[in-house]
């Protein structure tokens, strides 16, 4: 249980109290918060499967999204790639090797997945490997929903009638202003940026196509973002997320890009709450999905324990392969290490040990935002999970603030409890006694 102090409109001290766990926002002499506020109803909660190395998961035949690893290469060297530290174990695969993934494909897949994504790396890169899967996935499973993320600076004509054939659910990984830390920006390219603008048109109807950035110290700012891209294009219906806030998978993101100051970490928390004040947060659906979800969960009385992590990758049913039918932890991951699982011509083998679930870290379980992040990356350790957990921490505080402005009128202030954040490493000086 934790308490939430804050100050409405006239500066006036509000306190509430909010249960994590059991979602439940009650004012301080227990009456609830939105009792003016219909309950929606829910049948029985089932429990999330909490997996662990002492606890491993399992993955399933008949998988509802299927992500397709082409390959881990890219043509950016992004500071905060969260790719660049699995590639040496990256599995190495031949354009003929697609054709093998597709008869291997007959083997082990029982039923139609309901999505399939097409994962770099950069994707584009490997478009000779994609000219053959899309086609002959499209004719096997015609229900399913293609997807792929891209940096967008590879596009053709080829390309844009190819997506459009398809139609391929496009998602360009773009940091707006914050571009910098990513690499050569495609719209100061003119023939690139004439492509991305074609694409946006093309794809903008039925929300098949958007823009998404990584949130860093010093590119914190939603609504700024979303502007950026509204210039850009010329085009107020723009539509642009968040990948989410910049995670630490390796030394290089904990050496910079990935490690914020007290004053940066305000600065997130104070952009994010304000927009939602404006109606920003609105229009980007990472953040007006988030706050609706945290909604739900106190309208309907969400119970933590039927949380699984955010990505989902610790779900049975989301299984991610290789083109050599590798299993992998995540799309993020190669298999020439400990993220490679077995192959999926032997499903029933698998398990998920490389993993750990929310349930098993006590920062998680003690945390006011756990509903709002979801345990950060599950198969992080260490400094490497610490600085991610901090840099979740302080997002979800901003989207809780912010949903507590735009819902009720009310500022958060601090927040009172039991609240435990993971073991930082210390680094103590040695000196030398004259």
């Given at each position: 249980?934790?308490?939430?102090?804050?100050s409405?409109?006239d500066?006036?001290?509000v306190s509430l109290r909010?249960?994590?766990h059991?979602?439940s926002?009650?004012?301080?002499d227990?009456?609830?918060?939105?009792?003016?506020?219909?309950a929606?109803e829910?049948?029985a909660w089932?429990?999330a499967?909490?997996v662990s190395?002492?606890?491993?998961g399992?993955?399933?035949?008949?998988?509802s999204?299927?992500?397709?690893?082409?390959?881990?290469?890219?043509?950016?060297?992004?500071?905060?790639?969260n790719q660049?530290?699995?590639?040496?174990?990256?599995?190495?695969t031949?354009?003929a090797?697609?054709?093998?993934?597709l008869q291997?494909?007959?083997?082990?897949?029982?039923?139609?997945?309901?999505?399939?994504?097409?994962?770099?790396?950069?994707?584009?890169?490997?478009?000779?490997?994609?000219?053959i899967?899309?086609?002959?996935?499209?004719r096997r499973?015609?229900?399913a929903?293609?997807?792929m993320v891209?940096?967008?600076?590879l596009?053709?004509q080829?390309i844009?009638?190819f997506?459009?054939?398809y139609?391929?659910c496009?998602?360009?990984s773009?940091?707006?202003p914050g571009?910098?830390?990513?690499g050569?920006?495609?719209?100061?390219?003119p023939?690139?940026?004439?492509?991305?603008?074609?694409?946006?048109?093309?794809r903008k109807t039925?929300?098949r196509?958007?823009?998404?950035?990584?949130?860093t110290?010093?590119?914190?700012?939603?609504?700024?973002?979303?502007?950026w891209f509204v210039?850009?294009l010329?085009d107020e219906?723009?539509?642009?997320?968040?990948e989410?806030?910049?995670?630490t998978?390796?030394?290089q993101s904990?050496?910079g890009?990935?490690?914020w100051?007290?004053?940066q970490?305000?600065?997130?928390?104070?952009?994010?709450?304000?927009?939602?004040?404006?109606?920003?947060?609105?229009?980007?659906?990472?953040?007006?999905?988030?706050?609706?979800s945290?909604m739900?969960s106190?309208l309907m009385?969400t119970?933590?324990s039927s949380?699984?992590?955010k990505?989902?990758m610790?779900?049975?049913?989301h299984?991610?392969?290789?083109l050599?039918?590798?299993v992998?932890?995540c799309?993020?991951?190669?298999?020439n290490?400990?993220h490679?699982?077995?192959?999926a011509l032997a499903?029933d083998?698998i398990?998920?040990d490389t993993s750990?679930?929310?349930?098993?870290?006590e920062c998680?379980?003690h945390?006011?935002?756990?509903?709002?992040?979801?345990g950060?990356?599950?198969?992080l350790?260490g400094?490497?999970?610490?600085?991610?957990c901090e840099?979740e921490?302080q997002f979800g505080?901003g989207v809780?603030?912010g949903t507590l402005r735009?819902?009720?009128?009310?500022?958060?202030e601090?927040i009172e409890?039991?609240?435990?954040?993971p073991?930082?490493r210390?680094?103590?000086s040695?000196?030398?006694?004259a």
């Open positions: 249980m934790f308490t939430l102090h804050c409405d409109a500066g006036k001290s909010y249960a994590p059991a979602s926002l009650t004012n301080m227990g009456t609830p918060v939105l009792a003016n506020r219909k929606r829910h049948p089932e429990d499967v909490r190395p002492g606890h491993p399992r993955k399933l035949a008949n998988p999204v299927l992500k397709i690893q082409l390959g881990l290469g890219c043509n950016y060297t992004c500071s905060y790639c660049s530290s699995q590639v040496d174990s990256m599995a190495m031949k354009t090797d697609a054709h093998s993934f291997d494909l007959e083997k082990w897949l029982k039923e139609p997945p309901s999505r399939i994504e097409f994962w770099g790396g950069e994707p584009l890169l490997y478009f000779r490997k994609l000219a899967l899309v086609p002959e996935l499209d499973f015609p229900d929903e293609f997807c891209t940096n967008g600076s596009l053709t080829e844009l009638d997506i459009a054939r139609d391929i496009i998602t360009v773009h940091d707006g571009q910098h830390l990513r050569e920006d495609p719209f100061d390219n023939p690139r940026a004439s492509l991305l603008k074609a694409l946006w048109n093309e039925g929300e196509m958007w823009f998404s950035s990584v949130l110290p010093g590119n914190s700012d939603p609504a700024a973002l979303r502007r210039e850009k010329n219906s723009v539509v642009t997320s968040l989410g806030v910049v995670a998978h390796d030394d904990l050496a890009p990935g490690v100051s007290p004053e970490y305000g600065s997130l928390k104070n952009a994010v709450a304000s927009s939602f004040e404006t109606g920003e947060a609105l229009l980007i659906p990472a953040l007006r999905d988030k706050a609706r945290f739900e106190l009385g119970p933590s949380m699984g992590q990505c989902g610790d779900r049975s049913d299984v991610a392969v290789d050599h039918s590798n992998l932890t799309h993020n991951t190669g298999a290490a400990q490679g699982l077995g192959s499903m083998d398990r998920l750990t679930h929310w349930a098993y870290r998680c379980s945390c006011p935002v756990l509903q709002l992040c979801g950060s990356c599950m198969y350790e400094e490497q999970f610490a600085q991610s840099n921490y505080l809780l603030d735009r819902a009720l009128g009310l500022k958060l601090s409890g039991d609240i435990r954040r073991a930082r210390k680094v103590i040695i000196v030398a006694q």
